[in-house]
């Protein structure tokens, strides 16, 4: 997590110095300790610099074909033992639908199929995973904006749940974001990987990208996606697998 942390620390520091105000403002009750790990220890101040200096609406950097790892290992679950997904997996997932519901106007359910045809965008990004490695690989997939915009928010609208194939442990995977990375214009719901459709290992048949984020983000086996007006109804109520089990930190941006 040393990763994150330094990545917050910087992105915190260039805050500091393009929100001078904002930071001596808030100096007195930012020095005590209780408040530091209030302001520090959570994603608020990250997001709060992140927003105020525009970052957030930046994009990642993409790269060029020839920066491409040639390897990009697989991590956490890499084959999903839900019997369900295995049936699913065996016959190449032609039965798979994606689901699309919650706080939409029009819920949906697309077969990979159907949304192969959808507009797609194609991306070269670096992956990095907190446990110390990163890859450069090349994505195509459905802007997830687009699929939202299809299916409707209403107005509650706040976060996007991705409910996962997997379990690990005694619990099933799941991620969320919220609607500025959700129309982020790299956040993609891939089918293909490298030029090729998306393996089991990878995340097949749909894997989330959200470029602006750190590897736990990027959900593998999506098999629903449903719109909330908050994190608390799901899991822990931290926003994801690894926010649940582990504290990690729900905004993961880089
Ligand atoms: N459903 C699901 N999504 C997941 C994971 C997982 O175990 N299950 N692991 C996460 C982590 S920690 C990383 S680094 C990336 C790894 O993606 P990859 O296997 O394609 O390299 O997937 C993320 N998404
Ligand atoms: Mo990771």
Not at 33 to 41: K, W
Request: with cysteine.
């Amino acid at each position: 997590m040393s990763r994150i942390i330094s990545r917050r620390g910087l992105i915190g520091s260039l805050g500091v110095a393009g929100g001078g105000l904002l930071v001596s403002g808030c100096d007195k009750i930012a020095a005590t300790p209780a408040a530091r790990s209030f302001f520090l220890g959570t994603e608020t101040l990250t997001r709060r610099f992140a927003q105020a200096t525009g970052t957030r609406g930046s994009l990642a950097r993409e790269f060029s074909a020839s920066e491409m790892s040639p390897v990009f290992r697989t991590n956490g679950t890499s084959s999903p033992q839900n019997p369900d997904y295995i049936t699913l997996a065996a016959n190449d997932f032609r039965d798979y639908a994606l689901k699309v519901d919650g706080l939409v106007r029009r819920p949906a359910s697309l077969t990979l199929d159907q949304i192969v045809k959808l507009p797609h965008r194609t991306q070269i990004t670096r992956h990095d995973c907190v446990e110390g490695w990163s890859a450069i690989g090349q994505w195509t997939g459905v802007p997830l904006g687009g699929l939202l915009r299809d299916a409707g928010l209403l107005p509650a609208a706040r976060y996007v749940v991705f409910h996962c194939a997997d379990a690990l442990g005694m619990a099933d995977y799941y991620e969320s974001i919220d609607l500025i990375d959700a129309f982020h214009p790299q956040t993609i719901l891939a089918w293909a990987m490298n030029g090729q459709r998306l393996t089991v290992g990878h995340g097949a048949p749909l894997r989330l990208r959200v470029e602006t984020q750190l590897g736990y983000k990027q959900a593998k086996y999506v098999m629903r996606i449903e719109v909330a007006d908050s994190l608390a109804g799901f899991g822990l109520g931290k926003g994801g697998y690894w926010e649940d089990v582990a504290d990690y930190a729900w905004y993961a941006g880089i």
